[in-house]
T-cell receptor, first 109, second 115 residues
Framework: QQPVQSPQAVILREGEDAVINCSSSKALYSVHWYRQKHGEAPVFLMILLKGGEQKGHDKISASFNEKKQQSSLYLTASQLSYSGTYFCGTASNTGKLIFGQGTTLQVKP | KAGVTQTPRYLIKTRGQQVTLSCSPISGHRSVSWYQQTPGQGLQFLFEYFSETQRNKGNFPGRFSGRQFSNSRSEMNVSTLELGDSALYLC??????????????FGPGTRLTVL
C-alpha cells in the first residue's frame, strides 16, 4: 500500500523551513527519503529504522514514529538547491520498498 | 566508481509491440530493482532481483517481466505495449537485498513513449 505524503507541493523563500510528512497504514520496518531534481535520478537522503530515531544531514533531518507509522522530513533554512521532488519510501515485512507520490518543493530567492 | 547505467535512454514504440530495457548496476551490487514513474503516481515498484532470483514483485500485469544475469545486469521486458505504459522506467541497484535497510542508487532512467 502506497504511503501518503503531505503536502503535495510547497513553495518557500530561501531561508524558510519546511516539513514533509509521510504516513502509512502498514507497520513499518524502515522509512527512506529520496530527492529527485527535474530531469535527474532520485538521490538517497537517509534511512530511518524503527525505534523512533531521528537523523540529520546538514540542515535536513527526519524523524520516524513507528507506532504512528509516520515519518517527517524537516528542511531548515531552505536553500535554492533544496528544490525538487521528495519521495518517502516505506518498507514493511514484505521486503518491498514502496514510494509515496512525492512532494514538490520549490525554493525561491 | 561508475554509476548505474540504463539503455536506451529514450524509446518510442507503438501499441502492441514489445520492448526490452537494460540496466547495469554499480560494480559489486547484486540487487537491482525496477520502478515505473509517471506524473502524479510517483515511483511504482515493479520488481527486485538479487543474485539472479526475483525477490519481490509489484502489482503489475504479467506483460511486465524481468531477469537478472550472473554479472548482475538486469533486463526488463514489456510485451503487448499499451498507451498507459508510457513512463520513465528507473532501475536502482543496491549492495545487498534492497527494500528494508539499504540505500538504493538510481540510474538516469529510460523514457518510453508508446504511440
Amino acid at each position: 500500500q502506497q504511503p501518503v505524503q503531505s503536502p503535495q507541493a510547497v513553495i518557500l523563500r530561501e531561508g524558510e523551513d519546511a516539513v514533509i510528512n509521510c504516513s502509512s497504514s502498514k507497520a513499518l520496518y524502515s522509512v527512506h527519503w529520496y530527492r529527485q531534481k527535474h530531469g535527474e535520478a532520485p538521490v538517497f537522503l537517509m534511512i530511518l529504522l524503527k525505534g523512533g530515531e531521528q537523523k540529520g544531514h546538514d540542515k535536513i533531518s527526519a524523524s520516524f514514529n513507528e507506532k504512528k507509522q509516520q515519518s517527517s522530513l524537516y528542511l531548515t533554512a531552505s536553500q535554492l538547491s533544496y528544490s525538487g521532488t521528495y519521495f518517502c519510501g516505506t518498507a514493511s515485512n514484505t521486503g518491498k520498498l514502496i514510494f509515496g507520490q512525492g512532494t514538490t518543493l520549490q525554493v525561491k530567492p | 566508481k561508475a554509476g548505474v547505467t540504463q539503455t536506451p535512454r529514450y524509446l518510442i514504440k507503438t501499441r502492441g509491440q514489445q520492448v526490452t530495457l537494460s540496466c547495469s548496476p554499480i560494480s559489486g551490487h547484486r540487487s537491482v530493482s525496477w520502478y515505473q514513474q509517471t506524473p502524479g503516481q510517483g515511483l511504482q515498484f515493479l520488481f527486485e532481483y538479487f543474485s539472479e532470483t526475483q525477490r519481490n514483485k509489484g502489482n503489475f500485469p504479467g506483460r511486465f517481466s524481468g531477469r537478472q544475469f550472473s554479472n548482475s545486469r538486469s533486463e526488463m521486458n514489456v510485451s503487448t505495449l499499451e498507451l498507459g505504459d508510457s513512463a520513465l522506467y528507473l532501475c536502482a541497484s543496491s549492495l545487498r537485498t534492497s527494500g528494508i535497510y539499504n540505500e538504493q542508487f538510481f540510474g538516469p532512467g529510460t523514457r518510453l513513449t508508446v504511440l
